[in-house]
């Protein structure tokens, strides 16, 4: 274990320079110089915080905070403008409003601000720690944030709403919305749309970007769309797995039906599912990997007593269904090959009739929990359709009934190997 993690620290080392390319842009600084050269792409899900500049690719990078930057762009891929803006950043999902007021929260800040359309109307994205925000300008109105946000319903929500013959809100426990958003597009972005159409048009950046897109083209205006070309692809792979199995069985420090079964090389196959984010240039993705294992060993016990001696087998069989689920990270050495690492949760779910089984004393068989769990890191390397892993599980206690002297110590370092089908 110790020379897995270091070899993997090296390997990251090594790697992390060669992941992303500078590409050609400008920045424009906040005194108004402007600068090109190349600037290195990272394809920030976040805004970032410094960019790395290069005047020509020959020369090394400087890193310039962008605090100190008012415009910054990626030729025809990604650009960033500083604004000077009123803007609330309480949080829409489920379980994490940091905001229970129907109207909002406004503060003011010099904010560096993702341009996803640059037209006659305008669209820009805020984004940080898990905060979604959009704003818009026109040509006859300044940049303002689109109101989006949730709060949990009060006892003057659910009154409001009965009157209007909505009766299954519940106070202090249904979230209500504030969609302000569909009401400012209404009224300065629209060219022909429905009252009924905007009504339906969702927060979220495809939805904003498409009808910013059909606005400018409406209003036969010039336009510039900014997109990275990332976007959510899906992949599905066939996996044949190698399992280097070690179980060591203690039974109240006896002889006769305490064992350490060595290790062992045993077989598993299954399917691995991944989606690979539309940010940071690909490199982050979420991995599923169901597959189904077989783990048989035996040994041969020996106890002597006085002048006795008693021996006996005993068989351990252990068959089950492994799902772990995980994020990978990429390392790019060229468009064909690349490195990666893992880290997974693991389900672990017991099929057939699995224990630890006795050749004599049958009494004291032992049982295999049904269902077990445990964390798994990986180190891998794709080419192509084609991919081996080496992953690392930590160790699983699998005895039924286990105590302080009774325990089965399960171990396993799996060998993937994968073909991309789809």
Not at 181 to 193: D, I, P, S
Not at 222 to 235: C, D, L
Not at 350 to 364: C, F, L, R
Request: glycine share 4%; with cysteine.
């Amino acid at each position: 274990m110790k020379h897995f993690f270091t070899l993997l620290s090296l390997i990251t080392i090594t790697c992390l320079s060669a992941q992303t390319k500078f590409e050609k842009g400008y920045y424009i600084s906040t005194n108004g110089t402007k600068s090109e050269g190349y600037i290195k792409n990272s394809d920030w899900k976040n805004t970032p915080n410094l960019i790395e500049f290069k005047s020509n690719l020959n020369e090394n990078s400087v890193e310039i905070n962008t605090s100190l930057i008012k415009e910054f762009e990626i030729e025809n891929k990604l650009k960033y403008k500083r604004f000077n803006v009123d803007i609330e950043k309480s949080s829409v999902t489920s379980g994490q409003l940091s905001n229970n007021s129907k109207t909002p929260n406004f503060n003011k800040e010099n904010l560096l601000l993702k341009v996803l359309i640059e037209g006659k109307a305008s669209l820009y994205q805020f984004n940080e720690s898990g905060i979604e925000k959009f704003f818009y300008s026109t040509d006859k109105k300044d940049i303002e944030q689109l109101i989006f946000l949730s709060y949990i319903a009060d006892a003057e929500d659910v009154n409001s709403l009965k009157v209007q013959g909505i009766d299954y809100i519940i106070e202090n426990s249904t979230i209500l919305y504030n969609r302000t958003y569909r009401k400012q597009l209404n009224e300065n972005v629209n060219c022909g749309n429905s009252r009924d159409e905007i009504s339906k048009l969702g927060y979220s950046k495809t939805n904003l970007v498409n009808f910013f897109k059909k606005y400018n083209e409406c209003e036969n205006s010039e336009f510039k769309k900014f997109e990275s070309g990332n976007k959510s692809t899906f992949r599905l792979k066939a996996s044949l797995i190698s399992n280097l199995n070690s179980l060591n069985l203690k039974f109240n420090n006896n002889d006769y039906y305490e064992t350490n079964f060595g290790t062992s090389i045993d077989f598993g196959f299954g399917f691995e599912a991944e989606i690979i984010l539309p940010f940071n240039n690909n490199k982050w993705s979420v991995i599923l990997e169901p597959s189904y294992n077989i783990y048989k060993n035996s040994d041969h016990l020996t106890y002597t007593f006085y002048t006795t001696t008693l021996e006996q087998d005993v068989n351990v069989e252990y068959n089950y269904i492994q799902i772990p689920i995980g994020i990978r990270h990429y390392f790019y050495i060229n468009e064909k090959a690349s490195i990666f690492i893992n880290a997974a949760y693991n389900a672990k779910l017991s099929v057939k009739s699995n224990g630890i089984k006795y050749e004599v004393v049958t009494d004291n068989n032992l049982e295999i929990f049904p269902s077990l769990n445990n964390v798994a890191f990986g180190l891998g390397f794709n080419y192509k359709k084609y991919s081996i892993e080496t992953r690392v599980f930590s160790n699983t206690q699998i005895l039924k009934g286990s105590s302080e002297n009774k325990f089965a110590d399960y171990k396993n370092i799996s060998l993937n190997l994968r073909y991309q089908f789809l």
